[in-house]
T-cell receptor
Framework: QQKVQQSPESLIVPEGGMASLNCTSSDRNVDYFWWYRQHSGKSPKMLMSIFSNGEKEEGRFTVHLNKASLHTSLHIRDSQPSDSALYLCAASKGGNTGKLIFGLGTTLQVQP | DPKIIQKPKYLVAVTGSEKILICEQYLGHNAMYWYRQSAKKPLEFMFSYSYQKLMDNQTASSRFQPQSSKKNHLDLQITALKPDDSATYFC???????????FGPGTRLTVL
């Protein structure tokens, strides 16, 4: 079983709609969560990170974290076709190794 | 200008051969990493280096050997290649610790 589980596996939203992606870690030793976006044929690029309970907003993107349940969610409002990509959630433990543990990702398709 | 360079972009090798994947970063970062991404599997952490010293190794096989000749270089030597080694290999870098990791464009390796 994956240590970082993401749902749904794939998601289709209309242009201008809201996309909601979920991620949970089964490893209770993680401290930080990261959201990366990977367009087809490209490398992952970090969208947002969250380390504390609560919510963080940057433009159209909002991320939530519940540290007790080790659950994070990413919400994209006013979705655009250019948001169509693979969204990867990663978790890491505090420390110096920098090891990121990734989930399988959610494939988002925004339909014009 | 690309800040993280990986060479080659594509690589085809025969089973049993040896290849070196090149990674150079020009972000002034102290930490560098290797990840592997293959179909149906999550992006997988392989190694992390900080100031040219190995911090973490999650690769079970000694066939994979990172080589750091300079602070901004972290090459990956793979010996006795197997078809299962076919994947896209991403190099990443960061300021270290829990800082954001930036990924290079990747090397797609196919082992026949």
């Amino acid at each position: 079983q994956q240590k970082v589980q993401q749902s749904p596996e794939s998601l289709i939203v209309p242009e201008g709609g809201m996309a909601s992606l979920n991620c949970t870690s089964s490893d209770r030793n993680v401290d930080y969560f990261w959201w990366y976006r990977q367009h087809s044929g490209k490398s992952p690029k970090m969208l947002m990170s969250i380390f504390s309970n609560g919510e963080k907003e940057e433009g159209r993107f909002t991320v939530h974290l519940n540290k007790a349940s080790l659950h994070t969610s990413l919400h994209i409002r006013d979705s655009q076709p250019s948001d169509s990509a693979l969204y990867l959630c990663a978790a890491s433990k505090g420390g110096n190794t920098g090891k990121l543990i990734f989930g399988l990702g959610t494939t988002l398709q925004v339909q014009p | 200008d690309p800040k993280i360079i990986q060479k080659p972009k594509y690589l085809v090798a025969v089973t049993g051969s040896e290849k070196i994947l090149i990674c150079e970063q020009y972000l002034g970062h102290n930490a560098m990493y290797w990840y592997r991404q293959s179909a149906k599997k999550p992006l997988e952490f392989m190694f992390s280096y900080s100031y040219q010293k190995l911090m973490d190794n999650q690769t079970a096989s000694s066939r994979f050997q990172p080589q750091s000749s300079k602070k901004n270089h972290l090459d990956l030597q793979i010996t006795a290649l197997k078809p299962d080694d076919s994947a896209t290999y991403f190099c990443a870098s960061s300021r270290g610790g829990d800082a954001e990791q930036f990924f290079g464009p990747g090397t797609r390796l196919t082992v026949l």
